[in-house]
């Protein structure tokens, strides 16, 4: 019998949200990377010096599409041929994508590396600055003075380099990187249900966030990064076995009172409370 054959997810838990959810995920990857290729074209013909070589960002880009077909690739290869292959899957590409940012982290000195690592470009800016010598009017800004102040310091601030990081940044950065394969390591040694592997992921994540320096003295994109991860702490209410044994009665709990008492959330609280436990499951999507 084969290794991958056993279907998942479940069928009485996705319920009716099987298909379409993969369907969904697929036009959403789908749809991103057709920017990030879209956008690559355009900054071909875009005049601009560059901030990191080719082949650093040749590696940028591959971390990118990584990101965006990771959760259809668990899910379909959970659907296709079953968990032992979901598992192995997820384990390749964390472990390809904390290759590449170990590599752009100490070779490139790429600094904090942001989610997506390429960002989608600014077409309404480059459009502005291509049409400089002859504006038209539809191009024309005629916001508030410090609105406009404000997002030039943005623009200006992107195009500056990523900030060096110090010796102790760097190790923060690398707990950062390493901390999904050592979580999975965890996972193959205790198993979901011990709380030993949520621990060791909470310790990893609180210790790169400790050790990261003022965030003031930051580039606006690192600052962004930086609040993106601490937000990213409360998804441990949502990480099995914390969930499973606390949060989750609480969360659909609220979430039926809502439905129930106020008029017009019920249209978002029920469809939440039959994704939840569908969400809760896929890897990329909590623990990703």
């Known amino acids: 019998m084969s290794l991958c054959y056993d279907p ?4 009485q838990v996705i319920g009716r949200f099987a298909d379409s959810h993969e369907l969904s995920e697929l036009v959403y990857s789908a749809s991103n990377l057709l920017v990030l ?3 690559g074209i ?3 013909g875009i005049p601009q010096i560059p901030l990191v070589s080719v082949t650093q960002h040749r ?6 599409v990584l990101e965006h077909l990771e959760v259809f690739t668990e899910m379909s290869s959970a659907k296709l041929w079953g968990e032992n292959c979901r598992w192995l899957v997820i384990i390749i590409i964390q472990l390809a994508k904390a290759t590449l940012r170990i590599l752009l982290l100490l070779w490139y000195k790429a600094g904090i590396q942001t989610s997506p690592p390429v960002t989608p470009l600014d077409r309404e800016r480059h ?3 291509s049409s400089i010598e002859a504006p038209s009017l539809p191009l024309r800004r005629w916001g508030i003075p410090q609105e406009e102040e404000r997002q030039q310091r943005s623009q200006e601030e992107s195009e500056q380099p990523a900030t060096p990081l110090s010796h102790q940044e760097t190790l923060a950065e690398s707990l950062y990187i390493t901390r999904p394969l ?3 390591m965890a996972l193959g040694i205790w198993g979901q249900k011990s709380w030993k592997p949520w621990l060791v992921s909470g310790i990893l994540d609180i210790a790169s966030l400790s050790l990261m320096r003022d965030p003031k003295q930051m580039r606006q994109a690192e600052r962004a990064e930086l609040r993106r991860r601490t937000f990213l702490l409360l998804y441990y209410l949502l990480r099995s076995p914390f969930y499973d044994r606390y949060s989750e009665s609480k969360i659909l709990f609220l979430l039926r009172v809502l439905a129930d008492y106020v008029p017009g959330v019920g249209l978002v609280a029920r469809p939440l409370m039959d994704y939840l436990p569908v969400w809760q499951k896929i890897y990329f999507y909590n623990w990703g």
Do not use: E, G, M, S
Not at 59 to 64: E, I, M, Q, R
């Open 42 to 44: 355009l900054r071909k």
């Open 59 to 64: 590696l940028l880009t591959w971390l990118t």
């Open 37 to 39: 290729v879209n956008d």
């Open 127 to 129: 459009l502005q600055r």
């Open 8 to 11: 998942w997810p479940d069928p």
């Open 182 to 184: 050592l979580h999975l």
